[in-house]
């Protein structure tokens, strides 16, 4: 069960766009469709952004996405505001029916 | 409104046990699988457990396999996590998480506000 590799951390200056890489294997982001990433600000519970690779949930502005090829997945924002400034992490299923995160990567707006 | 309420959580010490419980409101328990996730201090996440919605399927993390033990009662809509043989590196913040269906595959939907388990001597 090892961690998913993201970037420790990414930066961005408000209306760009940037891109969060989690790196896995073929026993998990490249097995399945089954990716998530979750926003996590300080001090508050994690929130999903998106699942499933692409999808959003109700409420989740249409500036996240998400997309996967091979082993890595990627979660683009797009139009960057000042309260995306936060923790990103990635998950996958696995092939051991578990379920591993990515080390998670801190998201600066410059 | 889906509500996840954690508790439990205190001062334990190193080979001491605890079980951590977590009161769900606002949606059919029965229904979801449900997970455990912590995040020790300074680190990122890390998935801890998964039952299934009846209770009779379970996985964990290999760092908690054979010290932890996640049940649910869903008579009561209650999560639980016993931790025995409890180590320093426990030391963390432990949320219960839903599943946005059925069967677990990390899509955690909503959460609770987190207990923390502080394991020192």
């Known amino acids: 069960q090892s961690a998913l590799t993201q970037p420790a951390s990414v930066s961005g200056s408000p209306g760009q766009s940037i891109t969060i890489s989690c790196t896995g294997t073929?026993?998990?982001?490249?097995?399945?469709?089954?990716v998530s990433w979750y926003q996590h600000h300080p001090g508050k519970a994690p929130k999903l952004m998106i699942y499933?690779?692409?999808n959003r949930p109700s409420g989740v502005s249409n500036r996240f996405s998400g997309s996967k090829s091979g082993n890595t997945a990627s979660l683009t924002i797009s139009g960057l505001q000042a309260e995306d400034e936060a923790d990103y992490y990635c998950?996958?299923?696995?092939?051991?029916?578990?379920?591993?995160f990515g080390g998670g990567t801190k998201l600066t707006v410059l | 409104e889906v509500q996840l309420l954690e508790s439990g959580g205190g001062l334990v010490q190193p080979g001491g046990s605890l079980r951590l419980s977590c009161a769900a409101s606002?949606?059919?328990?029965?229904?979801?699988?449900m997970s455990w996730v912590r995040q020790a201090p300074g680190k990122g996440l890390e998935w801890v457990s998964i039952?299934?919605?009846?209770?009779?399927?379970?996985y964990y993390a290999d760092s908690v396999k054979g010290r932890f033990t996640i049940s649910r009662d869903n008579s009561m809509n209650t999560l639980y996590l016993q931790m025995n043989s409890l180590r320093a590196e426990d030391t963390a913040i432990y949320y219960c998480?839903?599943?946005?269906?059925?069967?677990?595959?990390?899509?955690?939907?909503?959460w609770g506000q987190g207990t923390l388990v502080t394991v020192s001597s």
């Open positions: 499933e690779v692409t």
């Open positions: 998480a839903k599943e946005i269906a059925t069967y677990g595959r990390g899509r955690l939907d909503y």
């Open positions: 606002g949606f059919t328990f029965s229904s979801y699988a």
């Open positions: 073929s026993s998990d982001i490249g097995g399945f469709n089954y």
């Open positions: 998950i996958s299923y696995t092939s051991s029916n578990t379920v591993v």
């Open positions: 039952v299934s919605v009846s209770g009779d399927t379970t």
